[in-house]
């Protein structure tokens, strides 16, 4: 039997809304030290990305874009042990964006953006996160500009949208 596409969209829908309350019990429940890989994968599911780090450990992504405004990154020890988790997603991060960083490294750093665009006539692509703002009546994004010719950073900005 195939499954309306109304109550695909549905349930996709509330699945997203629900992934931060998931996070705060989740998140809690993952201790550096002690939690396993399994662990983790059974908690919050597969990661969105695997980041191979030079030593042979992974760091595993869990974006929340583009509706949520963290991103986590957990990485492993050699025993598939949980040795560091932080969410991303914070301005000492944003500092480290500097002139020419290729898109890879920006990944790595902040995970995958909400969203991409390219300005052909500026002659830039955009990657843009939904993150934490000030005022719980605005939403704020960081945003990463590429020059299209070299595909190195170029510069970073905010934007602050009034919610509703």
């Known amino acids: 039997m ?3 596409a109304w109550i695909a969209t549905a349930a996709t829908v509330i699945g997203a809304a629900l992934l931060p ?3 705060a019990v989740n998140l809690q429940e993952i201790k550096p030290g002690i939690t396993t890989a399994s662990e983790v994968r059974t908690r919050m599911g597969e990661p969105g ?5 030079n030593d042979g450990t992974a760091t595993w992504e869990y974006s929340r874009q583009p ?6 990154m957990i990485t492993f020890g050699n025993d598939q042990i949980v040795k560091t988790m932080e969410q991303v997603l914070n301005d000492k ?3 480290k964006v500097r002139d020419g960083l290729s898109k890879d490294d920006v990944r790595r750093l902040l995970g ?7 300005f052909d006539n500026l002659r830039e692509e955009i990657w843009e996160w939904r993150v934490e ?5 605005e939403e704020t994004y960081f945003m990463v500009h590429f020059d299209t010719g070299h595909g190195g950073v170029k510069k970073t900005s905010k934007r602050i949208a009034m919610r509703g």
């Not at 509706?67 to 986590?72: A, E, K, R």
């Open 2 to 4: 195939k499954i309306p």
């Open 21 to 23: 309350a998931c996070d």
């Open 49 to 53: 990305f695997q980041h191979w780090n």
């Open 67 to 72: 509706s949520g405004t963290q991103c986590y």
């Open 93 to 95: 991060n944003y500092a």
């Open 112 to 118: 995958a953006p909400g969203s991409k665009v390219v």
């Open 133 to 137: 703002g000030m005022m719980p009546t």
